[in-house]
């Protein structure tokens, strides 16, 4: 008998600490504009990169007991060719044509310098997350150059510990409102457009 309610014990603490850890979470955003741009190109030709400056490709951790085990990862790979995508479509509405590269036309680096997520350190369980996204914007045409840094952030609170789905369209949410004002930065048409 004691034998039993033993082994019972063992396996309720398991399934305990099993609960209080959570596993690693790849990520794959869907950054999106959200704002309407008007046009002041006239077809003219522009260069757009789009590049990845970020130190590690990991955001932070979901937090919980362990949270060494529950790193949030998005790689260059994934996000990269969506921003570009994004990025070329902003430079289409916005009144230019994105080319890979024609010479002496105006040239648009977007970087992707900070792409964090971060939960409280403290506690089993995962109440809330600070999410944040920051792009750099480096425009140059002929003489003229202009720099600018462009961020978003959210604070979420969450019931219980948030899913990979969840966190995708968290972290969507965030990098879809730093590129939007980015885009919404009126200097950056006026350069490539002179």
Do not use: W
Request: hydrophobic content about 40%.
């Amino acid at each position: 008998m004691l034998q039993r309610l033993l082994f019972g014990l063992i396996a309720v603490t398991s399934l305990t600490l099993v609960g209080c850890a959570h596993s690693p979470q790849q990520l794959s955003p869907q950054p999106k504009l959200t704002a309407q741009l008007a046009p002041v190109g006239h077809g003219q030709p522009v260069v757009v990169r789009v590049v990845d400056g970020r130190a590690s490709q990991t955001l932070g951790t979901r937090g919980g007991l362990y949270p060494e085990t529950s790193a949030i990862t998005v790689t260059g790979n994934d996000i990269l060719p969506k921003l570009q995508a994004q990025a070329e479509a902003a430079v289409r509405l916005l009144g230019f044509t994105p080319t890979p590269n024609a010479y002496n036309a105006p040239q648009l680096t977007v970087t992707l310098a900070e792409l964090k997520y971060q939960s409280p350190k403290e506690g089993m369980y995962v109440t809330e997350a600070t999410i944040g996204a920051t792009f750099k914007a480096d425009v140059s045409n002929a003489n003229r150059r202009y720099s600018g840094r462009y961020g978003a952030s959210l604070d979420q609170r969450f019931g219980m510990a948030p899913n990979q789905e969840t966190n995708t369209k968290l972290v969507s949410d965030v990098l879809s409102d730093a590129l939007t004002r980015l885009f919404k930065d009126q200097a950056i048409g006026q350069i490539l457009g002179e």
